[in-house]
């Protein structure tokens, strides 16, 4: 700083000085130059009238220039260094210009430390380029005071992060110092040097500013008694503003508002907090980025100044720009609908500020369906909505932007919602599906934006392709999406589908069935998928003038058929859907589109992604042995269990005989071992698949020889005949006396009359003797004795038998069938003592005859001049006639009934 002049005069005289040393020194060449004020390498331009005050506890120098400096041309540089008790505490420059030579220079500082404690001295010298004086030192009075108690300065002084600082700790008499620090490790470097006996320094870098407000600097020292004592005090330390990134414009032509970055946290807090101000204006809200002012607009460019400020320093910022190109308008306001249609709608709203209206604007309308339309027009305030979506809730936000200089668009509004009306609903997606003899029409669901309306019912017609104005209707209601129809699947038919809401119907979507031909089959391809779908391409078809048909649904379980319609520029297509499962086979089915029906192309099965199969897959697992060998068997693997494919089966025999038998077959339900041993085996079938093998399932396998089987099998049946005849015997033993009525039933005895039964007692009757015939039922009675009275007459009856019971009946001599004849006699003499037992052939009844006499005998004693003659169906009439003939007294039998006489009345 240059002093004040006290004399007028005095300037005047030096000016003269200066001028005339200048022109002495421009008329010398520069070498001459060079050596007046360098000789022999020292610089003799150096300060003069150096003098040292303290005023208000600051140190004040002052100093003059040696007229040899008049000479420089250049800017002359002073270098200044403070002492305290011979360490150096603080440096600085000053500058002096040219027109500055010549005149006193000023400079002051103010100590950390007060004066009264230490003494403080200042160097001085002069420096051009690489040439320097020689120091001068001016040293204050010599600081002499001592505290009562630890002081440690400065106090309460704010610091630069990253500045080295030196703090001062001054001890009372009778204290001895330990050591100074600085609290929360907010310093490096750190270290204390003793000034002299009762002053000591902290000098050390601020790296960090401190969580809290301040740091606090100890000072610990020691009294004579021993005791610690500490003091200490608090600096903060902090940054100057970091804001940046100015930028000014204006919203509404009548102020200007400027943003910026504001900078990171000085961390001075209510300390020192920033200041901010705008165009020498203070500003409200600096601290959140953001300042205005009432100007006056104007077309042209101009400085836009901002300053933050703290007491560490200050930042200015400065953004130079033309106001009537950086208007941000605001945001429209009461947007509302005028206009309201099934596919088109009109919008209207305002502006806060009243010149927008003389401005070119565009504005773009964003609607919730993710398009957005643009438009501009001189004070805009209206847009029109095409193309949208019948029975549909949109909602609508605007912003705008001038359309010259496009600067900023402003906020958007708030939004607005409207419905449109309802409209024909779109065309169904339909496609058909052949199982079981059965047609399934099935389609797509409308989605909300294709319904136009709420669908109430889809509507199904079919007719035959060579009467199609014949058609049968009917309704499908919500939310069955298909229908199944038992048609003819050799004819082609033509079905149509309608989907009808509140007040209109769809246009119909028809589809032609093709007819099943078993000669038409494709052949069935296999397909790895990927990415959970399936890469699916095909050969182009001539035929295909509509595009493609791609559908797919599972092997097993509930086959629901999904579709995917393709162009017929393309021959390939990334199959997905949310319904696909890994572990599940899926048919895929390629059609061509037609005009009429659709062509099956290709069909392909596979997996979106193969799992391993589990274990047990094989139930039941079933050995049979044949000789030495063992067949395993299996139920064929059901597709909901094949979770991948399978290639092949492997039978492992676990006793240490490794693979028995494998096949690469996939429809084999059987594995044999061979040439085993006969012994004990544990048999392991696996499915080969892209997993390896899995599926593992165990079956033990005891294999016998011949013999012990063939030993096996007679046990078997023996056991089991035994067991039915003991199961027979005990059925017989308890139902006894039931199936002796049953096949043994009570034989009734005859009906006789008393008159007979005398009349026989009257004669002699003879024995009859009967030959058995071959075919003639045999059961053996008792033969009852019949006594004859001989005065007793005969009548010409017999006593027949027939199914229901006895009578008495006239005798017919010339009966078909001769009577079995019964010799009569006198007495029963000629019989045996033993009982005599006497056959009658009778299909329905057997008389059994037994004489009473139960005298003992050998055997019967038949009449051998008169036998009965054999023959192969009963007894012969001719010998029965010529028995009567003999002996008049014969009583007769019948061969089939026994004839017994009645009186009759």
Same mark, same amino acid.
């Given at each position: 700083?240059?002093?004040?002049m006290?004399?007028?005069?005095?300037?005047?005289?030096?000016?003269?000085?200066?001028?005339?040393?200048?022109?002495?020194?421009?008329?010398?060449?520069?070498?001459t130059?060079?050596?007046?004020?360098?000789h022999?390498?020292?610089?003799?331009?150096?300060p003069?009238?150096? @003098?040292?005050?303290?005023p208000?506890?600051?140190?004040?120098?002052?100093w003059?220039?040696?007229?040899?400096?008049?000479?420089?041309?250049?800017?002359l540089?002073?270098?200044?260094?403070?002492?305290?008790?011979?360490?150096?505490?603080?440096?600085?420059q000053?500058?002096?210009?040219?027109?500055?030579?010549?005149?006193?220079?000023?400079?002051n500082?103010?100590?950390?430390?007060?004066?009264k404690?230490?003494?403080?001295?200042?160097?001085l010298?002069?420096r051009?380029?690489?040439?320097?004086?020689?120091?001068?030192?001016?040293?204050?009075?010599?600081?002499?005071?001592?505290?009562?108690?630890?002081?440690?300065?400065?106090?309460?002084?704010?610091?630069?992060?990253?500045?080295?600082?030196?703090?001062?700790?001054?001890?009372?008499?009778?204290?001895?110092?330990?050591?100074?620090?600085?609290?929360?490790?907010?310093?490096?470097?750190?270290?204390?040097?003793?000034?002299?006996?009762?002053?000591?320094a902290?000098?050390?870098?601020?790296s960090?500013?401190?969580?809290?407000?301040?740091?606090?600097?100890?000072?610990?020292?020691?009294?004579?008694?021993?005791?610690?004592?500490?003091?200490?005090?608090?600096?903060?330390?902090g940054?100057?503003?970091g804001?940046?990134?100015?930028?000014?414009?204006t919203?509404d032509?009548?102020?200007?508002?400027?943003l910026?970055?504001?900078?990171?946290?000085t961390?001075?807090?209510?300390?020192?907090?920033?200041?901010?101000?705008?165009?020498?204006?203070?500003?409200?809200?600096?601290?959140?980025?953001?300042?205005?002012?009432k100007?006056?607009?104007?077309?042209g460019?101009?400085?836009?100044?901002?300053?933050?400020?703290?007491?560490l320093?200050?930042?200015e910022l400065?953004?130079?720009?033309?106001?009537?190109?950086r208007?941000?308008m605001?945001?429209?306001?009461r947007?509302?609908?005028?206009?309201?249609?099934?596919?088109?709608?009109?919008?209207?709203?305002?502006?806060?500020?009243?010149?927008?209206?003389?401005?070119?604007?565009?504005?773009?309308?964003?609607?919730?369906s993710?398009?957005?339309?643009?438009?501009?027009?001189? $004070?805009?305030?209206?847009?029109?909505?095409?193309?949208?979506?019948?029975?549909?809730t949109?909602?609508?936000?605007?912003?705008?932007?001038?359309?010259?200089?496009?600067?900023?668009?402003?906020?958007?509004?708030?939004?607005?919602?409207?419905?449109?009306?309802?409209?024909?609903?779109?065309?169904?997606?339909?496609?058909?599906?052949?199982?079981?003899?059965?047609?399934?029409?099935?389609?797509?669901?409308?989605q909300?934006?294709?319904?136009?309306?709420?669908?109430?019912?889809?509507?199904?017609?079919?007719?035959?392709?060579?009467t199609?104005?014949?058609?049968?209707?009917?309704?499908?209601?919500?939310?069955?999406?298909?229908l199944?129809l038992?048609?003819?699947?050799?004819?082609?038919?033509?079905?149509?589908?309608?989907?009808?809401?509140?007040?209109?119907?769809?246009?119909?979507?028809?589809?032609?069935?093709?007819?099943?031909?078993?000669?038409?089959?494709?052949?069935?391809?296999?397909?790895? $998928?990927?990415?959970?779908?399936?890469?699916?391409?095909?050969?182009?078809?001539?035929?295909?003038s509509?595009?493609?048909?791609?559908?797919w649904?599972?092997?097993?379980?509930?086959?629901?058929?999904?579709?995917?319609?393709?162009p017929?520029?393309?021959?390939?297509v990334?199959?997905?859907?949310?319904?696909?499962?890994?572990?599940?086979?899926y048919?895929?089915s390629?059609?061509?589109c037609?005009?009429?029906?659709?062509?099956?192309?290709?069909?392909?099965e596979?997996?979106?992604?193969?799992? @391993?199969?589990?274990?047990?897959?094989?139930?039941?697992?079933?050995?049979?042995?044949?000789?030495?060998?063992?067949?395993?068997?299996?139920?064929?693997?059901?597709?909901?269990?094949?979770?991948?494919?399978i290639?092949?089966?492997?039978?492992?025999?676990?006793?240490?005989?490794?693979?028995?038998?494998?096949?690469?077959?996939?429809?084999?339900?059987?594995l044999?071992a061979?040439?085993?041993?006969?012994?004990?085996?544990?048999?392991?079938?696996?499915?080969?698949?892209?997993?390896?093998?899995?599926?593992?399932?165990?079956?033990t396998?005891i294999?016998?020889?011949?013999?012990?089987?063939?030993?096996?099998?007679?046990?078997?049946a023996?056991?089991?005949?035994?067991?039915?005849?003991?199961?027979?015997?005990?059925?017989?033993?308890r139902?006894?006396?039931?199936?002796?009525?049953?096949?043994?039933?009570?034989?009734p005895k005859?009906?006789?009359?008393?008159?007979?039964l005398?009349?026989?007692?009257?004669k002699?009757?003879?024995?009859?003797?009967?030959?058995?015939?071959?075919?003639?039922?045999v059961?053996?009675?008792g033969?009852?004795?019949? @006594?004859?009275?001989?005065?007793?007459?005969?009548? $010409?009856?017999?006593?027949?038998?027939?199914?229901?019971?006895?009578?008495?009946?006239?005798?017919?001599?010339?009966?078909?069938?001769?009577?079995?004849?019964?010799?009569?006699?006198?007495?029963?003499?000629?019989?045996?003592?033993?009982?005599?037992?006497?056959?009658?052939?009778n299909?329905?009844?057997?008389?059994?005859?037994?004489?009473?006499?139960?005298?003992?005998?050998?055997?019967?004693d038949?009449?051998?001049?008169?036998?009965?003659e054999?023959?192969?169906? $009963?007894?012969?009439?001719?010998?029965?006639m010529?028995?009567?003939?003999?002996n008049?007294?014969t009583?007769?039998?019948d061969?089939?009934?026994?004839?017994?006489?009645?009186?009759?009345?």
């Amino acid at each position: 700083m240059v002093e004040n002049m006290r004399k007028f005069p005095t300037v005047i005289l030096r000016r003269l000085t200066m001028i005339t040393w200048m022109l002495l020194f421009s008329l010398l060449s520069e070498s001459t130059q060079d050596g007046n004020t360098r000789h022999n390498g020292v610089f003799h331009c150096e300060p003069q009238n150096m @003098r040292l005050t303290t005023p208000d506890q600051k140190i004040l120098l002052t100093w003059g220039d040696d007229p040899e400096c008049l000479g420089v041309p250049d800017v002359l540089m002073y270098e200044l260094v403070v002492l305290i008790a011979e360490e150096q505490v603080h440096n600085d420059q000053v500058a002096v210009t040219p027109g500055q030579i010549g005149f006193n220079h000023s400079w002051n500082w103010t100590s950390d430390l007060p004066l009264k404690y230490a003494s403080h001295s200042v160097r001085l010298r002069s420096r051009y380029k690489n040439y320097t004086s020689e120091w001068k030192q001016e040293q204050t009075a010599t600081g002499t005071n001592i505290p009562e108690s630890i002081k440690v300065f400065p106090r309460d002084r704010l610091f630069k992060v990253g500045n080295r600082v030196t703090f001062y700790c001054v001890l009372p008499v009778g204290y001895s110092f330990e050591k100074m620090y600085l609290s929360r490790n907010s310093g490096t470097n750190m270290t204390n040097t003793m000034i002299n006996n009762h002053t000591y320094a902290l000098t050390v870098n601020l790296s960090k500013p401190p969580k809290t407000s301040c740091t606090d600097v100890k000072c610990q020292a020691r009294t004579n008694d021993n005791k610690t004592d500490d003091h200490g005090a608090c600096a903060y330390i902090g940054y100057i503003p970091g804001d940046n990134n100015l930028s000014c414009e204006t919203r509404d032509l009548q102020s200007v508002e400027c943003l910026w970055n504001v900078g990171k946290d000085t961390h001075l807090g209510n300390k020192s907090p920033t200041a901010y101000h705008l165009l020498g204006r203070k500003c409200a809200d600096g601290s959140k980025g953001r300042c205005s002012q009432k100007v006056q607009v104007s077309v042209g460019e101009r400085n836009w100044t901002l300053t933050a400020q703290n007491h560490l320093g200050t930042v200015e910022l400065t953004h130079r720009v033309d106001l009537t190109k950086r208007v941000h308008m605001f945001a429209p306001e009461r947007v509302n609908t005028s206009v309201v249609n099934s596919r088109n709608v009109s919008l209207e709203w305002g502006w806060k500020v009243q010149q927008y209206s003389n401005l070119n604007i565009t504005c773009q309308v964003n609607v919730s369906s993710g398009e957005i339309n643009t438009i501009s027009g001189i $004070g805009l305030n209206f847009a029109v909505l095409d193309d949208l979506i019948p029975y549909w809730t949109y909602t609508v936000v605007v912003r705008c932007r001038t359309s010259q200089h496009s600067w900023k668009w402003s906020e958007w509004s708030s939004n607005i919602t409207f419905h449109t009306k309802t409209d024909v609903p779109d065309a169904l997606d339909v496609w058909m599906h052949i199982m079981d003899n059965q047609i399934i029409i099935t389609w797509k669901m409308l989605q909300a934006n294709q319904s136009h309306g709420h669908i109430i019912n889809h509507e199904v017609t079919w007719a035959h392709t060579k009467t199609p104005e014949r058609k049968n209707r009917t309704k499908v209601d919500l939310p069955k999406d298909s229908l199944a129809l038992s048609l003819n699947t050799k004819e082609e038919y033509i079905i149509g589908v309608t989907a009808r809401n509140k007040n209109f119907s769809s246009p119909t979507s028809t589809i032609t069935i093709p007819t099943v031909n078993p000669a038409n089959r494709v052949n069935t391809s296999r397909i790895l $998928g990927s990415d959970s779908g399936f890469n699916l391409s095909w050969s182009a078809s001539p035929t295909a003038s509509c595009g493609y048909i791609v559908d797919w649904c599972p092997l097993s379980g509930e086959c629901r058929v999904e579709w995917l319609k393709v162009p017929p520029s393309e021959t390939s297509v990334n199959i997905f859907s949310k319904n696909f499962k890994d572990g599940v086979c899926y048919l895929l089915s390629i059609y061509a589109c037609t005009q009429g029906a659709p062509v099956l192309l290709e069909r392909k099965e596979g997996y979106v992604r193969e799992k @391993r199969i589990p274990k047990d897959l094989f139930k039941p697992l079933i050995w049979t042995q044949v000789g030495s060998d063992v067949e395993i068997s299996w139920n064929p693997i059901p597709l909901r269990e094949q979770t991948a494919f399978i290639t092949g089966y492997i039978l492992h025999c676990l006793d240490n005989m490794g693979i028995c038998n494998r096949t690469d077959d996939p429809e084999a339900t059987s594995l044999t071992a061979r040439n085993l041993k006969y012994t004990s085996y544990k048999f392991m079938v696996k499915a080969q698949t892209a997993f390896g093998e899995c599926g593992d399932t165990t079956i033990t396998a005891i294999l016998n020889s011949q013999t012990d089987y063939l030993i096996e099998i007679v046990i078997i049946a023996l056991v089991a005949v035994f067991g039915l005849l003991s199961v027979n015997t005990i059925l017989c033993f308890r139902h006894w006396t039931c199936i002796k009525q049953k096949v043994y039933p009570p034989i009734p005895k005859p009906v006789l009359t008393d008159k007979w039964l005398a009349s026989l007692g009257k004669k002699s009757c003879h024995p009859l003797r009967v030959d058995l015939c071959h075919h003639s039922e045999v059961q053996i009675m008792g033969f009852p004795e019949l @006594r004859c009275k001989s005065d007793a007459p005969m009548n $010409g009856h017999v006593f027949t038998q027939t199914p229901k019971g006895y009578y008495n009946q006239p005798l017919k001599r010339n009966s078909s069938t001769p009577p079995l004849i019964l010799p009569t006699t006198t007495n029963w003499s000629g019989l045996p003592s033993s009982p005599f037992k006497s056959v009658f052939s009778n299909p329905s009844y057997d008389l059994i005859m037994q004489s009473v006499d139960h005298q003992t005998n050998s055997g019967p004693d038949f009449h051998e001049g008169r036998p009965l003659e054999r023959c192969s169906s $009963g007894y012969q009439p001719q010998s029965l006639m010529n028995q009567l003939q003999e002996n008049p007294e014969t009583l007769f039998c019948d061969p089939t009934y026994i004839l017994l006489p009645h009186s009759s009345k």
